[in-house]
């Protein structure tokens, strides 16, 4: 992962706000702890600002882009942790397990680290309503192959709640379902070089001509004009959570 997000992290910090509404879910689930271990942790997104977190990250990139703030980063990656058995109140991973190399080695060792709930925001690849399939059907397959299947938390983590994470219509974080009710978003190349998928599709660019025609002939409106009624969606992210 450390790699690609070299690439990916350039202008990362910058399309890929937090999102406030998402983030209160993440921290009300971290519950009081005050010892917070962010793992995948990116640029920084999503770590709460009133408790002691240590970040660990592989990507040199996506750590030189962190703000300034308090926390310990330590360059490394989900399958080695170098920390002592139950060394944090809570753990916390967004939207990086699929990208792991072993993830299986690596929620256990975020289990192992954890003295309470380990808490992960990640994607069902089960999920289909989504109108990004229709124009990009490789995503289904992708997602099939890189993301784990909800059942696997359990096996992985011992018994887990799950619940899923509405993504508000206005977005500020710019995943690859953030823009649901703004499809234009799609067209911006820079936009989609914040979302790891599109870099494993590779060339788009019949699809993107399908989209942006569908966009100025009105297709696309009348074919989705229900979503424009809604504050918020289902998109298929779901918060995991083990005690």
Sequence with gaps: MGTLYDTIGLNYADLRRP??????????????????????????????????????????????????????????HAENLPFDDN?????????????????????????????????LLTYDPAFRDFWLFDYFPGLIALDEAQMPSISDYQDWLGPVEITPVPIPHDCTDGFLSAYWQRPAAYLDARVRGAMSSFWALGDVSEALSRLEQDLKDGTWEHENSGLMKLKTRDCGYRLVIAG
Excluded: C
Excluded at 89 to 94: E, F, G, I, K, P
């Design 19 to 76: 999102d406030m509404r998402i983030a209160q879910t993440i921290w009300q689930a971290l519950g009081p702890a005050k010892t917070v271990l962010n793992v995948g942790a990116g640029a920084g997104s999503y770590e709460p600002t009133d408790r002691r977190v240590t970040a660990v990250e592989p990507s040199a990139k996506m750590i030189e882009q962190r703000p300034a703030s308090k926390a310990e980063i330590i360059q490394g």
């Design 87 to 119: 060394s944090f109140d809570a753990s916390m991973a967004v939207l990086t397990v699929h990208h792991w190399s072993d993830k299986a080695k690596g929620l256990s060792e975020m289990r192992r680290v954890t003295r309470g709930p380990v808490v």
